[in-house]
C-alpha cells in the first residue's frame, strides 16, 4: 500500500483533497493466489472514523457482489462497522480484509466464450465503474426524510415537516435506547400519509435528510455524565445511519446541539458540510422578524455562537432586496443598540418543542428544495474569524441539497468576540473529555 494524496469526490459532487493508499493485497482461493486492487481514503475525522474502502478492478476484472462488497465497490467488513479508535488500525481492517476475501472472493476475472477456465473466480457481470468518489447512485425522483429519535421534539419535527416540505415518504424511527417516549403509537394507530413508523435504524435506508432528535437524559447524573450516556447512544445510531444512507445529510436536534453535531461528525465520516445542527436557526428567524416587523430595519439578522447565553446577534450589511450577496456586517456602534433591542423584544417567545420542530422543518425544507437559503446552523467553526480549535458553533450557512457553506467570517466587537471565545473554549474542554 502506498500512500498519495488525491481529489476525493463523493456521490453529491462534493470534493475534498484527502489522503488514499492505493496497492494490493494478497488473497488465496482454491489453491491460487491472487493480488485485489484496492484503495482506502482517510477522511479528516480519521483516525476517529475508519477509512473508506473501495476495489480498484482493473480492465480484465469484475466486481461479484457479495457479503462484504456491493455492485459499485464499495467494501463493508464487520472491522468498519464497529471501528474504536485507538484499537482499530488499518493495518488490522487489512488483515480482517484478507481474511474475509478469501472465504468470499469479490472479484472475479472477466470471461468470454473462448476462455473459460474452472478455477476462475463466479460469474460475469460487466460494464460496472467506480469513480474516486465511490459509489455514484443516479438521482433518485422520491424523496425520503427520516427522523430518529422519540419524544415530543421527534413529534414536533415529523408534524412540522409534514405540513412545511413536500417529501414522497417520512419515516419516524423511535430509538428504543432513547429514554423520552412520545407519539410514535398514536402516529401508528392514525395512519397518517406518507408517514411511516419504525424501530429499526435500516428503515432509514435511502432518505435525502436524517434528522436525529434521540436524547438518553438522567437527571441524577452529572452533566458531564448525560453529555457522554447520549454520545454512546450516538455511536450505536449514527455510523448506522450513514451506511444506510450514505448520501444523506444529517441534521442534528439533540442537546446539547453544538456538542452532539461534532460527536456526529466525528462518528460519521461524512465531510462537515453534511452534518449540521439546528443550532440557532429558531432565535436568528425570531430576530430577523422582530427587525422587520417592530423595527422597520428589512435586514436579515442571525444568532451566531453557541447555543447558550453566550449567543451573539449579527446582521446582514444588505437588504432583503437587494441583489448584492448577503454578508455579515462588521460589528459597529450603530448596529449594536438595535439588535441588543430586538434581542429583548424575543425574549421568552414560542414553545420549546413544537418552534423547534418548526425551525427543523424549516431547515429540512431548504435542502430537500435545493433553495440556497441562508441559515445560523452548528457547522465546524475551525477557520472562521480567526477560531483555530476543532468545535461546532452556529454560523450563518447557504444550505442546499448538497449541504453548507459558510458566509464568510467577520469582525466582532469586543463583547461579542469575547463571548465567542469563551464558547470555543467551553466546548472545547467539554469535547475533550468525553468517549467519542
Known amino acids: 500500500m502506498k500512500p498519495y494524496t488525491g481529489m476525493y469526490t463523493s456521490s453529491d459532487n462534493t470534493q475534498m483533497e484527502l489522503l488514499k493508499l492505493t496497492g494490493v493485497i494478497p488473497v488465496k482461493y482454491d489453491g491460487r493466489s ?11 475525522s480519521f483516525p476517529f472514523t475508519p477509512p473508506i474502502c473501495l476495489l480498484r478492478p482493473t480492465s480484465n476484472m469484475v466486481i461479484r457482489e457479495g457479503k462484504h462488497v456491493d455492485a459499485k ?39 468470454t466464450e473462448d476462455t473459460k477456465d474452472p478455477h476462475e473466480l463466479m460469474a460475469y457481470v460487466s460494464n460496472l465503474k467506480i469513480n474516486d468518489g465511490g459509489i455514484r447512485h443516479q438521482d433518485e425522483q422520491n424523496i425520503k426524510v427520516s427522523v430518529v429519535g422519540g419524544g415530543d421534539l421527534g413529534m414536533a419535527c415529523v408534524m412540522s415537516i409534514l405540513s412545511k416540505c413536500n417529501v414522497d415518504k417520512l419515516v419516524f424511527i423511535d430509538v428504543a435506547e432513547s429514554s423520552s417516549k412520545g407519539g410514535a403509537t398514536d402516529l401508528e394507530i392514525f395512519n397518517l400519509p406518507k408517514v411511516q413508523v419504525s424501530r429499526d435504524i435500516s428503515s432509514s435506508a435511502g432518505s435525502k435528510v436524517i434528522v436525529v432528535t434521540a436524547n438518553s437524559w438522567n437527571n441524577d447524573e452529572s452533566y458531564l455524565k448525560v453529555v457522554q450516556t447520549n454520545v454512546d447512544l450516538y455511536r450505536g445510531i449514527i455510523p448506522n445511519l450513514v451506511h444506510l444512507s450514505p448520501n444523506a445529510i444529517l441534521l442534528i436536534a439533540s442537546q446539547p446541539v453544538d456538542i452532539m453535531t461534532h460527536v456526529a461528525w ?23 422578524h422582530v427587525l422587520d416587523i417592530n423595527l422597520n430595519t428589512h435586514k436579515p439578522a442571525w444568532v451566531i ?36 433591542r430586538a434581542f429583548d423584544l424575543m425574549k421568552n417567545r414560542g414553545q420549546r418543542s413544537w418552534s423547534v420542530g418548526l425551525s427543523v422543518a424549516d431547515i429540512t425544507n431548504t435542502i430537500v428544495t435545493d433553495n440556497m437559503k441562508i441559515h445560523s446552523i452548528s457547522t465546524l467553526a475551525q477557520g472562521w474569524s480567526g477560531i483555530g480549535a476543532e468545535v461546532f458553533l452556529s454560523l450563518p450557512c447557504i444550505m442546499g441539497a448538497n449541504g453548507s457553506a459558510r458566509l464568510a467570517g467577520v469582525t466582532l466587537g469586543p463583547e461579542e468576540d469575547t463571548k465567542l471565545r469563551e464558547s470555543v473554549n467551553s466546548l472545547f474542554v467539554l469535547m475533550s473529555q468525553i468517549r467519542i
Not at 455562537?305 to 432586496?321: A, Q, R, Y
Not at 437587494?322 to 443598540?337: D, F, M, Q, R, Y
Open 34 to 44: 491472487y493480488n485485489f486492487p484496492i484503495e482506502l481514503w482517510l477522511l479528516y
Open 73 to 111: 465497490g464499495r467494501i463493508h467488513l464487520p472491522v468498519l462497522h464497529n471501528w474504536d479508535h485507538p484499537r482499530s488500525s488499518v493495518v488490522g481492517l487489512l488483515n480482517e480484509m484478507i481474511s474475509k476475501f478469501e472465504e468470499d472472493p469479490p472479484l472475479s476475472s472477466r470471461t
Open 266 to 288: 466525528r462518528q460519521s465520516g461524512l465531510p462537515p458540510t453534511r452534518v449540521i445542527g439546528a443550532g440557532c436557526n429558531l432565535d436568528s428567524e425570531r430576530l430577523s
Open 305 to 340: 455562537g453557541e447555543l447558550s447565553d453566550n449567543k451573539v446577534p449579527v446582521i446582514s450589511n444588505v437588504g432583503l432586496s437587494s441583489n448584492g450577496a448577503l454578508e455579515i456586517a462588521p460589528g459597529s456602534n450603530s448596529t449594536k443598540p438595535l439588535l441588543d
